[in-house]
């Protein structure tokens, strides 16, 4: 039986909104992100599994802060004393775009145990006989994984995958993150492996019977407001009988309130609806989102925001999104209309304004005796 722990996407050095850790003075967000991972690397010495696979974006950045890379080198150099071999591949957040720039992993790959995969290519890490095929963030990626899937044919023992990466699902379903140089790629002739360790989709998700994507640590947008955050625990025997266990991490809490319609609302029922709202969540130490749909423009401006700001002040970030009733005017100038080309002609002729030596009424009866040639043209 091997077991091994899967994580992904910690977005180490990921910070946002402004709100100061009082311990630290850092970045709350940042904090969090530190305390996620602490809190796995705190379960795993523990728990001492065969293998760590980390299946990429540890870092959030390509030059993460000094201080990211100390947190990170700290809790790689436990895991390694505590024994436990750490193989982690290079995703798209911390891959720079030119090689010249080199990779922040490169600080950790005299560690021992700690097997750092950055190399634009596929590479094979054995560990035992558990053997991580790990294909990093690169420039060919379906090139690369069919190396992967040729030399899996050569190795005995339990073969995992690791990669980061969107995938096709079942049916039309991608997994994908919807970044810039994100990649997508296919599994389905990925079939001679034990498990294959995903990384980049920020939802832990079984993708088929033996993929999964582990998800990420911490929530990093109100996209993952309904998601549970964690790793998974998965136990192998070789003989393709598996066990995956998803271990959840405390993590800051996220909430998207349910918005504040205000249609049919007068001003002392919206301004009241907005409290209400804010006081029954609670915001103290949260994440906060509230959305106030169709507000008229003169209630938003006679809303009192040093109060607003009083209420949310205990949240880590509080944003309230307001859209705006748009009037009857607007509506009636955005409905698009379809009149004749001829119509729309004589209408913009009548308006334009051309030079006194030019015979308008001439100029006009020119354009719509052209504008008939052509049509009597297109229907031959
Ligand atoms: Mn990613």
Same mark, same amino acid.
């Given at each position: 039986?091997?077991?091994?722990?899967?994580?992904?996407?910690?977005?180490?050095?990921?910070?946002?909104?402004?709100?100061?850790?009082?311990?630290?003075?850092?970045?709350?967000?940042?904090?969090?992100?530190?305390?996620?991972?602490k809190?796995?690397?705190?379960?795993?010495?523990?728990e001492?599994?065969?293998?760590?696979?980390?299946?990429?974006?540890l870092?959030?950045?390509?030059?993460?802060t000094?201080?990211?890379?100390?947190?990170?080198?700290?809790?790689?150099?436990?895991?390694?004393?505590?024994?436990?071999?750490?193989?982690?591949?290079?995703?798209?957040?911390?891959?720079?775009r030119?090689?010249?720039?080199?990779?922040?992993?490169?600080?950790?790959?005299?560690?021992?145990?700690?097997?750092?995969?950055?190399?634009?290519?596929?590479?094979?890490?054995?560990?035992?006989?558990?053997?991580?095929?790990?294909?990093?963030?690169?420039?060919?990626?379906?090139?690369?994984?069919?190396?992967?899937?040729?030399?899996?044919?050569?190795?005995?023992?339990?073969?995992i995958?690791?990669?980061?990466a969107?995938?096709?699902?079942?049916g039309?379903?991608?997994?994908l993150?919807?970044?810039?140089?994100?990649?997508?790629?296919?599994?389905?002739?990925?079939?001679?492996?034990?498990?294959?360790?995903?990384?980049?989709?920020?939802?832990?998700?079984?993708v088929?019977?033996?993929?999964?994507?582990?998800?990420?640590?911490?929530r990093?947008?109100?996209?993952?407001?309904?998601?549970?955050?964690?790793?998974?625990?998965?136990?192998?025997?070789?003989?393709?009988?598996?066990?995956?266990?998803?271990?959840?991490?405390?993590?800051?809490?996220?909430? &998207?309130?349910?918005?504040? *319609?205000?249609?049919? @609302? #007068?001003?002392? %029922?919206? !301004? +009241?609806?907005?409290?209400?709202?804010?006081?029954?969540?609670?915001?103290?130490d949260?994440?906060?989102?509230?959305?106030?749909? &169709?507000i008229?423009?003169? *209630?938003?401006?006679? @809303? #009192?925001?040093? %109060?607003? !700001? +009083?209420?949310?002040?205990?949240?880590?970030?509080?944003?309230?999104?307001?859209?705006?009733?748009?009037?009857?005017?607007?509506?009636?100038?955005?409905?698009?209309?379809?009149?004749? @080309?001829?119509?729309?002609?004589?209408?913009?002729?009548?308006?334009?304004t051309?030079?006194?030596?030019?015979?308008?009424?001439?100029?006009k009866?020119?354009?719509?005796?052209?504008?008939?040639?052509?049509?009597?043209?297109?229907?031959?």
């Amino acid at each position: 039986m091997t077991r091994i722990f899967h994580i992904a996407d910690t977005h180490i050095g990921y910070s946002a909104y402004r709100r100061m850790d009082e311990a630290t003075g850092l970045n709350q967000r940042e904090v969090d992100t530190y305390a996620a991972f602490k809190q796995f690397v705190d379960f795993a010495v523990v728990e001492k599994p065969e293998v760590i696979v980390h299946a990429g974006d540890l870092f959030d950045s390509v030059r993460p802060t000094n201080r990211a890379i100390s947190f990170v080198l700290g809790q790689l150099i436990r895991l390694s004393e505590a024994g436990i071999p750490f193989v982690v591949i290079s995703g798209n957040h911390e891959t720079p775009r030119l090689k010249e720039t080199g990779s922040v992993f490169s600080l950790f790959e005299h560690i021992p145990g700690i097997h750092v995969v950055y190399g634009n290519k596929y590479e094979l890490v054995e560990i035992g006989d558990l053997k991580v095929h790990a294909i990093p963030h690169c420039d060919d990626i379906e090139g690369e994984k069919q190396k992967m899937r040729l030399n899996r044919d050569s190795t005995g023992g339990v073969n995992i995958a690791l990669l980061h990466a969107g995938v096709y699902g079942a049916g039309k379903q991608m997994f994908l993150m919807d970044e810039f140089n994100e990649q997508l790629i296919t599994i389905h002739d990925l079939t001679n492996f034990d498990y294959l360790a995903l990384g980049h989709y920020h939802k832990y998700i079984r993708v088929r019977d033996n993929a999964y994507y582990a998800g990420s640590t911490e929530r990093f947008s109100f996209n993952e407001v309904n998601e549970t955050k964690g790793f998974l625990e998965v136990r192998l025997d070789g003989d393709g009988e598996k066990e995956i266990v998803f271990h959840e991490l405390r993590t800051r809490e996220m909430v &998207d309130l349910e918005p504040v *319609v205000c249609t049919n @609302l #007068d001003a002392q %029922e919206i !301004k +009241r609806a907005i409290t209400d709202r804010i006081q029954e969540c609670n915001p103290e130490d949260k994440v906060v989102r509230l959305k106030v749909l &169709d507000i008229p423009m003169q *209630v938003y401006h006679s @809303l #009192d925001f040093d %109060e607003l !700001k +009083r209420l949310t002040r205990s949240a880590v970030h509080f944003e309230i999104k307001y859209e705006f009733k748009r009037d009857n005017e607007l509506r009636a100038a955005e409905q698009p209309s379809f009149r004749s @080309l001829h119509t729309e002609y004589e209408h913009f002729m009548e308006k334009y304004t051309i030079g006194a030596h030019i015979d308008k009424k001439r100029l006009k009866e020119l354009g719509l005796q052209y504008m008939q040639a052509w049509e009597s043209e297109s229907e031959e």
